[in-house]
């Protein structure tokens, strides 16, 4: 079995666990503790320090650690719900000098989108594969037969001269108090233009509002699929944790027996 731990850092919480890679389950529980306030590189960093070191990791196991920001060579590009002062900062440098291994560091969006293509809605699906996530604004993932293209950003296309996010995110249409028939109106002006630029074989929507797909995914017309993301709150977990290891690296592996979710309340365990 090959193992890795997956954390996913957020503007309010940030959550990890152990997962399997070859089935995408959890073979731990899910910790999450609230993101600290102010979101400071040295605050987050103690807050997965403490996660891990709950999860009871062996210092074997990879981590792959995902996080809202444009991620360049491992330096934050951008801050998104977290302190400006990681805008910038050779973060994953931060991350690897604290917990004392390396680690794989991603955008979240890029790793929710991966984790789709490996486990979820894109599972078995060629060609491109673009994951959009509708929330404060619109997060986006391209994967090409299962190759990450990171940093997409595609929240931040005009339309109509400004950020489509800024029209398009869920944000938005609570912030316009729109319906889900005006909202789609503006989803279909922004999935057209996303169709237009790349036409992708399946387009996935994430966010908290992929819940209640049904109510505007069928009111708009594209030529390819569209459907909703299944993972939910354990994509990033997925994502970062399947792209810190390698797909066919068997290196990494764990005997079944080896991995133990004792009763609530306990720490779950890992053994390399």
């Given at each position: 079995?090959?193992?890795?731990?997956?954390?996913?850092?957020?503007?309010?919480g940030?959550?990890?666990?152990?997962?399997?890679?070859?089935?995408?389950?959890?073979?731990?529980?899910?910790?999450k503790?609230?993101?600290?306030?102010?979101?400071?590189?040295?605050?987050?960093?103690?807050?997965?320090?403490?996660?891990?070191?709950?999860?009871?990791?062996?210092?074997?196991?990879?981590?792959?650690?995902?996080?809202?920001?444009?991620?360049?060579?491992?330096?934050?590009?951008?801050?998104?719900?977290?302190?400006?002062?990681?805008?910038?900062?050779?973060?994953?440098?931060?991350?690897?000098?604290?917990?004392?291994?390396?680690?794989?560091?991603?955008?979240?969006?890029?790793?929710?989108g991966?984790?789709?293509?490996?486990?979820g809605?894109?599972?078995?699906?060629?060609?491109?594969?673009?994951?959009?996530?509708?929330?404060?604004?619109?997060?986006s993932?391209?994967?090409?037969?299962?190759?990450?293209?990171?940093?997409s950003?595609?929240?931040?296309?005009?339309?109509?001269?400004?950020?489509?996010?800024?029209?398009?995110?869920?944000?938005?249409?609570?912030?316009?108090?729109?319906?889900?028939?005006?909202?789609?109106?503006?989803?279909?002006?922004?999935?057209?233009?996303?169709?237009?630029?790349?036409?992708?074989?399946?387009?996935?929507?994430?966010?908290?509002?992929?819940?209640?797909?049904?109510?505007?995914?069928?009111?708009?017309?594209?030529?390819?699929p569209?459907?909703?993301?299944?993972?939910?709150?354990?994509?990033?977990?997925?994502?970062?944790?399947?792209?810190?290891?390698?797909?066919?690296?068997?290196?990494?592996?764990?005997?079944?027996?080896?991995?133990?979710?004792?009763?609530?309340?306990?720490?779950?365990?890992?053994a390399?």
């Amino acid at each position: 079995m090959t193992t890795a731990v997956g954390i996913d850092i957020g503007g309010t919480g940030i959550k990890g666990a152990i997962v399997d890679l070859e089935s995408g389950k959890l073979l731990s529980d899910r910790i999450k503790l609230p993101t600290p306030t102010g979101g400071e590189p040295d605050d987050i960093v103690a807050t997965v320090v403490e996660i891990i070191t709950q999860l009871g990791v062996e210092p074997g196991v990879p981590v792959g650690v995902c996080f809202p920001a444009v991620v360049l060579h491992g330096t934050t590009m951008s801050a998104a719900n977290v302190s400006q002062k990681w805008i910038g900062l050779e973060a994953e440098a931060l991350f690897e000098k604290a917990l004392g291994r390396d680690i794989h560091f991603v955008n979240d969006a890029d790793a929710a989108g991966y984790a789709e293509v490996r486990y979820g809605a894109a599972k078995g699906v060629d060609g491109l594969v673009i994951l959009t996530t509708l929330g404060t604004g619109i997060g986006s993932a391209i994967i090409y037969n299962g190759v990450l293209v990171p940093n997409s950003e595609l929240g931040h296309l005009e339309i109509d001269g400004k950020d489509a996010e800024k029209k398009a995110s869920f944000a938005a249409k609570e912030r316009s108090r729109l319906s889900y028939e005006r909202w789609a109106k503006r989803l279909q002006k922004y999935y057209s233009h996303v169709e237009a630029l790349f036409s992708p074989d399946l387009l996935i929507v994430g966010g908290g509002v992929s819940k209640s797909y049904e109510e505007f995914l069928p009111l708009l017309s594209l030529r390819a699929p569209i459907v909703p993301a299944v993972l939910r709150n354990n994509a990033g977990i997925l994502g970062a944790a399947a792209l810190a290891v390698p797909q066919g690296d068997k290196s990494v592996t764990v005997p079944q027996a080896s991995v133990a979710v004792d009763s609530p309340g306990t720490k779950p365990k890992a053994a390399l």
